[in-house]
């Protein structure tokens, strides 16, 4: 067998090149390897207006028209962009040198800018252009692609809580049957678990420093000592949407890169354990799936219809946190001021994230299937009168009768109960007429306690 050479989506390594290209397209402009090199020019060129604005007595002011270049070159950075910078690594074998090489390429021919040559990458080490790229790169992919991902899961499980508010559901603690909830209120529970867990990764800050080899301006200082260094990188990060980290070592030491990591991770396992519910769900015959011609469910089996995108969005949930987790725990740790497994490890961002994207896209597909059966549910719930056990011992214990719990411990415990059989129980205790009638009247579809109201209560 043969294999081409040249990369496709048959040919790739990771099924995210291959089998999920399409799902993780969104990424590619943040978190590809050319998606890398336009921040580092950005940030490069952010810092060299910076320095054109500091009096500095070697560059002046930027003019109008000089600015502009410098804009384009980050407005319009192109993928041939790209290709050049590692046609320049590939005698550099550094790739931020290659970006400095490549801007000063690219302003040789403009006077004003030429003679500002030297200024690009005034005073900094390589990690203070990456550092500030990779806080760019994952909080503009965390705006732009994470949280609108995230909360299009949100509004459908938001929009099944109310939809199927009213739906009685035999609840099931340790498979077991239990006090009957709703199915609305079922994806209640999971929606406001997710709310709070998209909240956290929006709350999370990111962080850069733009101080040199150690964190501690030396460069800078030797150069200018007048200078408010860090007021100067302050002012840069801000102006790029980033707070300063003072205190850091050759690398921002990556905490608040793990704490977004740890706060999709746990978004990602509220997603799985839905995945895992549903199927169960799916099992009992709750839901239907809604089928779609020419698929087919068993290469075999004809008949079946399998829960194939909460299964896939289960497995690369798995692979999503697997990685998001060495992230997490790799990534603030460093050998004295630097050493370079940070740098290999952060190569991954996307691959992280995309498997976080087809996991994302899988679950909503499946959730976009869904077609309750009313009746399926409708006849487990009817046939469990063994749950109404607990208001009526519950109600016993209210009006002091002896030994409530055991009674109906001996009733119903591991043999279940007819309907006929709960109300002859119930009316030979010694209650107020109104109590009891209520207990009569009672079924396992009505005792659902608040779960409709709380369905409708999560948006």
């Excluded at 804009?71 to 970006?99: C, G, M, P, Q, Y």
């Excluded at 964190?215 to 002012?235: E, F, R, V």
């Excluded at 002859?424 to 009569?440: G, N, S, T, Y």
Aim: proline content about 4%; hydrophobic content about 40%.
């Amino acid at each position: 067998m043969k294999i081409a050479d040249q990369l496709s989506t048959l040919n790739a390594l990771s099924p995210l090149d291959g089998r999920y290209a399409s799902r993780g397209n969104a990424l590619r402009e943040y978190l590809s390897e050319a998606g890398f090199m336009a921040h580092r020019v950005e940030v490069e060129v952010s810092w060299l207006i910076a320095l054109s604005d500091a009096g500095l007595p070697e560059l002046a002011p930027f003019s109008v028209q000089a600015r502009q270049k410098l804009s384009n070159l980050v407005e319009n950075f192109t993928e041939a962009d790209a290709e050049r910078i590692k046609e320049i690594e590939r005698t550099t074998n550094h790739d931020v040198k290659a970006v400095e090489y490549f801007l000063k390429e690219k302003v040789a021919d403009d006077e004003e800018l030429a003679k500002a040559g030297e200024f690009i990458h005034f005073a900094c080490t390589s990690e203070d252009i990456n550092n500030t790229s990779h806080a760019l790169m994952l909080g503009r992919v965390r705006d732009n692609v994470v949280l609108p991902r995230l909360n299009e899961v949100l509004a459908e499980l938001v929009r099944y809580a109310n939809l199927f508010a009213d739906q009685p559901l035999l609840s099931r603690t340790h498979g077991q049957p239990a006090s009957p909830t709703t199915m609305g209120k079922e994806f209640a529970n999971v929606a406001a678990r997710l709310k709070n867990a998209i909240a956290a990764v929006a709350a999370v800050e990111p962080l850069a420093k733009l101080n040199g080899a150690t964190g501690n301006y030396n460069a800078h200082l030797s150069a200018y000592p007048d200078i408010n260094w860090p007021a100067l990188s302050k002012g840069v990060l801000n102006k790029l949407g980033l707070t300063q980290n003072e205190h850091t070592i050759q690398i921002e030491p990556h905490d608040w890169m793990s704490a977004l990591f740890d706060a999709i991770g746990r978004a990602n396992t509220i997603i799985l354990d839905l995945d895992r519910d549903i199927w169960g769900y799916i099992a009992l015959g709750y839901f239907k799936q809604r089928l779609k011609e020419g698929e087919v469910g068993s290469s075999t089996m004809p008949h079946k219809v399998n829960p194939i995108d909460f299964e896939n969005s289960e497995g690369n949930i798995g692979l999503a946190n697997a990685l998001l987790r060495h992230l997490s725990e790799k990534l603030p740790v460093s050998r004295w001021q630097r050493d370079l497994t940070d740098s290999t490890v952060l190569r991954n961002l996307g691959v992280a994230l995309g498997y976080c994207m087809v996991a994302w896209d899988s679950c909503l597909k499946g959730l976009g299937k869904l077609e309750i059966n009313a009746s399926a549910i409708d006849a487990d719930i009817d046939a469990c009168w063994e749950v109404l056990a607990e208001p009526v011992q519950t109600v016993m214990r209210r009006y002091g009768l002896p030994q409530p719990y055991e009674q109906l411990k001996a009733l119903t415990r591991g043999r279940g109960i007819t309907q006929d059989a709960l109300r002859e129980f119930i009316a030979q205790l010694d209650l107020p007429a109104e109590p009891k009638q209520r207990l009569l009247d009672m079924t396992p579809r009505s005792y659902i306690g608040l779960a409709a109201e709380l369905a409708r209560k999560v948006g």
